[in-house]
């Protein structure tokens, strides 16, 4: 079912305007971002004709966009990619890693995002892996996913990593499976200081080679000797990393991955009204106890905060690391089933519910009847059609 209002209603009633108004600073990722949500599931796509072979109920369905981007075009994808994951599930603890930069760096991250966010999935994949392979704590190769947001509750620009990671190592002799201690993962202030370390180091080599460009208020940062000194006082400051508690169970897993892996910066189901030129949108407010709350902004500015989190093409906002990546994955995966087999009576295995019993959607049934949708016919492209919003609020 639609709901009442859509990211793509507002681009479609503002969007004109606000690239009249910003048509010296969008850049050409930002304006397909915007033409492929407008244009999302509108005749200006093409579709098709199905029908029930049952009951003979048909509708129409256009094309989607398959932007990834798009809030309406990440629940297919995300089902599928969550059923080739499931194969990837271990029966152990897994915890949820968080690793986020200053707000200093995020602002350099915004003008430089391909070389920036390289770094920062570079420097979070060093840290763990390093601290994972220490004898001290794990002492053998670890594996995780590691996944890009960009935003806060209120679509600021707040870049951070979400990495899963099962609870333990498998010993570089390939023979043992390291476990976690149990609810323990690696220690937070090590993780933290180390982070850091490794994502300024890379970040002073970049600027030395000259990847990185500084534009408006950071244009002095250009300068080797300024952005030392930026670069100074965070050194000594805390940088946020944190670890929640393990899940409970593999499809405890593979639900909570469905809320992180193909989200946007903000779901249809959070936006309010659109009066005149005015968008109101629910946002929980975490340091009061996830209340939540409303926050209206003009719809330029809502516009503006979306875009803040368009990727750079060819960017993977998703990626596997250790005996999880994908060049090694099925012959490691392979290997430590067998050995957590072998040290662990069936009994604590904890089974991966079947992706067929957790699909709450299935594009093919009727819903009048359970039969099954056929294409009955196609539709071309319409390119006369033109895109607009709903009616305003009164």
Same mark, same amino acid.
């Given at each position: 079912?639609? /709901?009442?209002?859509?990211?793509?209603d507002?681009?479609?009633?503002?969007?004109? !305007?606000?690239?009249?108004?910003?048509?010296g600073?969008l850049?050409?990722?930002e304006?397909?971002?915007?033409?492929?949500?407008?244009?999302?599931?509108?005749?200006?796509?093409?579709g098709?004709?199905?029908?029930?072979?049952?009951?003979?109920h048909?509708?129409?369905?256009?094309?989607s966009?398959r932007?990834?981007?798009?809030?309406?075009c990440?629940?297919?994808?995300?089902?599928?990619w969550? $059923?080739?994951?499931?194969?990837d599930?271990?029966?152990? /603890?897994?915890?949820?890693?968080?690793?986020t930069?200053?707000?200093e760096?995020?602002?350099?991250a915004y003008?430089?995002?391909?070389?920036?966010?390289?770094i920062l999935?570079d420097?979070?994949?060093? =840290?763990?892996?390093?601290?994972?392979? &220490?004898p001290r704590?794990?002492?053998?190769?670890?594996?995780?996913?590691?996944?890009?947001?960009?935003?806060?509750?209120t679509l600021t620009?707040?870049?951070?990593i979400h990495?899963l990671?099962?609870?333990?190592?498998?010993? =570089?002799?390939?023979?043992? #499976?390291i476990?976690?201690?149990?609810h323990f993962f690696?220690?937070? /202030?090590?993780?933290?200081?180390?982070?850091?370390?490794?994502?300024l180091?890379r970040?002073?080599? $970049?600027?030395?080679?000259?990847?990185l460009?500084?534009f408006g =208020?950071?244009?002095?940062l250009?300068?080797?000797?300024?952005?030392a000194?930026?670069?100074?006082?965070?050194?000594?400051?805390? #940088?946020?990393?944190?670890a929640?508690?393990?899940?409970?169970s593999p499809?405890?897993?593979?639900a909570?991955l469905?809320?992180?892996?193909h989200?946007?910066?903000?779901?249809?189901?959070r936006?309010?009204?659109? $009066?005149?030129?005015?968008?109101?949108?629910?946002?929980?407010?975490?340091?009061h106890?996830?209340?939540?709350?409303?926050?209206?902004?003009t719809? &330029?500015e809502?516009?503006?905060r979306?875009?803040?989190?368009?990727?750079p093409d060819?960017?993977?906002?998703?990626?596997?690391?250790g005996?999880l990546a994908?060049?090694?994955?099925?012959?490691?995966?392979?290997?430590?089933? =067998?050995?957590? !087999?072998?040290?662990?009576?069936a009994?604590?295995?904890?089974?991966?519910?079947?992706?067929?019993?957790?699909?709450n959607?299935d594009l093919t049934?009727?819903?009048c009847?359970?039969?099954t949708?056929?294409?009955?016919?196609?539709?071309?492209? &319409?390119?006369?059609?033109?895109?607009?919003? /709903?009616?305003?609020?009164?």
């Amino acid at each position: 079912m639609r /709901p009442p209002l859509e990211v793509a209603d507002i681009f479609r009633r503002h969007g004109p !305007a606000y690239r009249l108004a910003h048509d010296g600073h969008l850049d050409r990722v930002e304006r397909r971002v915007m033409a492929a949500i407008e244009l999302c599931r509108t005749p200006a796509l093409g579709g098709h004709v199905e029908a029930c072979d049952n009951c003979g109920h048909s509708r129409v369905s256009y094309n989607s966009c398959r932007n990834r981007h798009c809030p309406k075009c990440q629940g297919i994808a995300r089902e599928r990619w969550l $059923a080739a994951r499931e194969a990837d599930l271990l029966p152990v /603890p897994y915890f949820h890693v968080v690793f986020t930069m200053p707000a200093e760096i995020a602002a350099i991250a915004y003008q430089n995002k391909t070389q920036v966010y390289a770094i920062l999935f570079d420097a979070v994949a060093a =840290t763990l892996k390093t601290l994972g392979a &220490d004898p001290r704590h794990l002492g053998g190769e670890l594996g995780f996913i590691a996944i890009l947001h960009s935003w806060g509750q209120t679509l600021t620009h707040h870049p951070h990593i979400h990495c899963l990671v099962p609870g333990g190592a498998l010993s =570089t002799d390939g023979q043992r #499976w390291i476990a976690c201690r149990p609810h323990f993962f690696l220690p937070i /202030p090590l993780l933290s200081r180390l982070f850091r370390r490794l994502f300024l180091e890379r970040l002073q080599l $970049a600027h030395v080679a000259g990847r990185l460009q500084f534009f408006g =208020t950071l244009e002095d940062l250009s300068d080797s000797r300024a952005f030392a000194d930026a670069l100074r006082p965070l050194r000594k400051t805390s #940088w946020v990393v944190y670890a929640k508690p393990p899940f409970g169970s593999p499809a405890h897993v593979l639900a909570y991955l469905g809320r992180y892996t193909h989200r946007v910066a903000i779901a249809n189901s959070r936006l309010v009204s659109m $009066a005149d030129a005015t968008v109101t949108f629910r946002w929980r407010d975490y340091r009061h106890g996830s209340a939540q709350k409303h926050m209206a902004l003009t719809a &330029d500015e809502f516009i503006r905060r979306f875009l803040l989190h368009s990727l750079p093409d060819g960017f993977h906002r998703i990626r596997h690391y250790g005996f999880l990546a994908n060049g090694y994955r099925r012959a490691r995966l392979a290997t430590i089933r =067998t050995l957590l !087999a072998t040290a662990l009576p069936a009994s604590d295995l904890d089974p991966v519910v079947p992706h067929s019993k957790r699909c709450n959607f299935d594009l093919t049934v009727c819903p009048c009847c359970g039969g099954t949708l056929r294409i009955i016919a196609t539709m071309p492209r &319409d390119t006369t059609w033109r895109a607009r919003g /709903p009616p305003a609020a009164p």
